[in-house]
């Protein structure tokens, strides 16, 4: 099945067909309008030279206008191999498909409601017929049922015409337009970026990357740039200011040989408030009692990190570089 893009937003175009690997763009006089383009001509053109395939407007009351009209859009400087002209299905848009696929050019006969529409545009030899699905379901009709019988028309006759579905809305009119079998499909980029999302693929992912991370990197290189480390002479009341300073939960508390004295939190703090009131405040580092802090050397893998939280279910562990502190590793760095 083809996939189109439908647009006239540039920033859109061009975001599109980076993927690589979209068949081409259709687009219309009201998507322009909308825009805020004014020359039709001039944009045409540089889309022409974005997209591998282009489809635009050829507008005329008689089929002899509009055949005129997409010559004269070819004497811009457009391939016609790569460019095909959409016409509004009438007894003048067919007959003008006619005349128009007779000189080679390619055809997209559109604004489709009906099955005898699409059987008078496949019967004048049209390259598409596009049924309009959202369209078509905003009136109340069975829009679904009408491309599968365009598409059953063509297998069942023979027509060298692709069924185009379009005016689609939402993800499952894609979905849809799988089951039925449909030639080609247009769809908006709103739309189209919503085609590889899932939850479940979402959740696989992260865990995929975090489980890599875990056995490719060490600690060393998660930690932030921040060392949060106190002398044991300093107050409490600093070493909160430190804390909020370093933005950690906790500070390491260092002797005067710079080895680990141990490691103050914010919850050790509202402990000692509770158990001892707010003259605490007053107390140096120094005066405090330590359990031996959790740490790790810096130059192992983040696995046994992961391993030493689960452990003891702490949220922050000391990196050790020869047993002095160089930095704290947060749970949340885990994720990277």
């Known amino acids: 099945m083809e996939l189109y893009l439908d647009s006239a937003n540039l920033k859109e175009i061009e975001e599109g067909f980076k993927l690589g690997f979209l068949n081409g763009l259709t687009t219309t006089p009201t998507f322009m309008q909308k825009e805020g383009i004014t020359d039709i001509d001039g944009t ?27 010559e004269r ?22 007959r003008a498909c006619k005349l128009l696929r007779d000189k080679g050019l390619l055809v997209n006969v559109h604004l489709v409601y009906t099955l005898q529409q699409a059987y008078m545009a496949m019967h004048a030899g049209a390259t598409y017929v596009c049924p309009l699905v959202g369209r078509l379901q905003d009136q109340g009709h069975d829009a679904l049922a009408l491309v599968e019988q365009c598409v059953n028309a063509v297998d069942l006759y023979g027509y060298d015409t692709k069924i185009m579905f379009s005016s689609v809305r939402h993800a499952e009119h894609v979905r849809n337009a799988i ?46 740039g921040i060392n949060p480390v106190v002398s044991e002479n300093t107050s409490l009341t600093d070493a909160i200011i430190k804390m909020t300073e370093f933005g950690y939960g906790a500070v390491t508390v260092t002797k005067a040989d710079g080895s680990i004295k141990g490691v103050f939190t914010d919850g050790g703090l509202r402990k000692l408030i509770m158990d001892k009131g707010r003259d605490v405040l007053n107390k140096k ?3 405090l009692e330590y359990r031996e802090p959790i740490s790790i050397d810096g130059n192992v893998l983040l696995n046994e990190a992961n391993s030493l939280f689960k452990k003891t279910n702490v949220d ?11 930095g704290m590793l947060d749970i949340q760095d885990m994720k990277g």
């Open 285 to 287: 580092l120094s005066d």
């Open 44 to 70: 045409i053109v540089k889309l022409s030279k974005m997209v591998p395939v282009l489809q635009i407007e050829a507008l005329g009351n008689t089929a002899e206008e509009i055949l005129a009209e997409a």
């Open 179 to 224: 089951n039925i079998g449909v030639h080609t499909i247009t769809v908006p980029l709103k739309v189209m970026k919503q085609l590889t999302e899932n939850n479940f693929t979402t959740v696989g992912t992260d865990q995929f990357i975090m489980d890599t991370r875990l056995m490719m990197v060490k600690v060393k290189e998660a930690i932030r």
């Open 73 to 94: 859009q070819l004497a811009l400087g457009l391939d016609k191999n790569k460019t095909v002209f959409k016409i509004p299905v009438s007894l003048e848009g067919v």
């Open 316 to 326: 922050t562990i000391v990196v050790t570089d020869g047993g002095k502190p160089v």
